[in-house]
């Protein structure tokens, strides 16, 4: 279905029950926790039925369930659900990479990787675990199977780390060791981060990578996260000298905008660079106008394919983090 031309679609974007005027259809979003899933079509005779509604979200969310759990181990599902074939690298990272939207009353995530098919070196990361949310973002070099294969070491060497209490600066000096030896000559850039759902404290590495961008009140602050890059992961670099860790404490509300450069170096037909400003502005209207985080990230991509005349020649990911924790 068409997600911008259909009341389902209507259904999955606003994540809210849709009916048509006749009456007699209705559309209920299928959400696991904050990830949107699609959407399941009700046909019944009268659904003014006190109650009826009710349970048509209940039944979609006992569907829901079903698919995500039965989804990893279950080719049709999976075959269902795509709408071409998927490239061997594509097929490698997404196996690695977690589901695209997380979050509780204090703190969401939100990412997405395109080309979705093809997609060569980026990758994505994010966790919540005891009050902090975590986020990574890779981008190795080239667009082969052998990028595919560096990020998703890097995902890999991300969690193992995190998962035995290493700090940010052990998760990028475990990055680069390991690349180092087992795929030596690889280059990787990387924004690895930390945001304190209690307390808006946010830490972060960043090695050759371009710098987060901070929204505040529907505007960008320009150069509050500006450091000093360190040197790119893969060549050893960081092995006797650690990334430097970065601070910045966040006001209720905030958003932090994680991107490859595939995103601001787009160009249009006439040469013209996509840019920073415009993806910032991007998102800044979207959430203005009420959409949720997902949503705005889908519309960026569309934004960001329309503006290359749908060739993308550079994988293009995008993560935003936002800070709401409860008055």
Not at 105 to 129: C, K, M, Q, R
Request: hydrophobic share 40%; net charge negative.
């Amino acid at each position: 279905m068409d997600i911008d031309a259909s009341l389902g679609g209507l259904a999955y974007r606003t994540q809210q029950i849709q009916q048509p005027r006749e009456g007699g259809i209705a559309w209920v979003p299928m959400i696991d926790g904050v990830e949107r899933i699609g959407v399941m079509r009700v046909v019944a005779a009268d659904l003014t039925t006190p109650g009826l509604l009710e349970s048509c979200q209940a039944l979609a969310a006992l569907a829901t369930l079903l698919i995500m759990s039965k989804a990893p181990y279950m080719d049709l599902l999976i075959e269902v659900e795509r709408s071409r074939a998927m490239s061997v690298q594509a097929e490698l990272l997404w196996a690695f990479l977690p589901p695209r939207t997380i979050g509780t009353e204090s703190v969401t995530s939100s990412a997405v990787l395109e080309p979705a098919y093809n997609i060569g070196g980026d990758a994505f990361d994010h966790n919540l675990t005891d009050g902090v949310l975590h986020l990574t973002l890779l981008d190795a070099m080239g667009h082969d199977l052998a990028s595919g294969g560096a990020s998703a070491t890097g995902i890999a060497a991300c969690r193992a780390t995190r998962r035995s209490g290493g700090t940010l600066p052990d998760i990028g000096t475990m990055i680069d060791r390991t690349l180092d030896n087992w795929i030596p000559g690889r280059l990787m850039t990387a924004v690895i981060a930390n945001l304190d759902s209690s307390s808006g404290q946010f830490t972060w590495i960043n090695c050759g990578h371009p710098p987060p961008l901070l929204i505040r009140d529907g505007h960008v602050l320009p150069q509050v996260l500006d450091r000093p890059s360190q040197l790119p992961l893969g060549l050893g670099f960081h092995l006797d000298a650690p990334p430097a860790l970065h601070r910045e404490r966040l006001q209720p509300g905030d958003r932090v905008l994680l991107y490859s450069d595939g995103v601001t170096e787009a160009r249009a037909p006439d040469g013209s660079l996509f840019g920073e400003q415009r993806l910032a502005d991007a998102v800044i209207r979207s959430m203005a106008a009420g959409e949720t985080a997902p949503e705005a990230l889908r519309r960026l991509i569309q934004n960001l394919l329309s503006y290359q005349s749908h060739q993308l020649r550079d994988d293009a990911t995008i993560l935003l983090a936002e800070w709401h924790p409860p008055s």
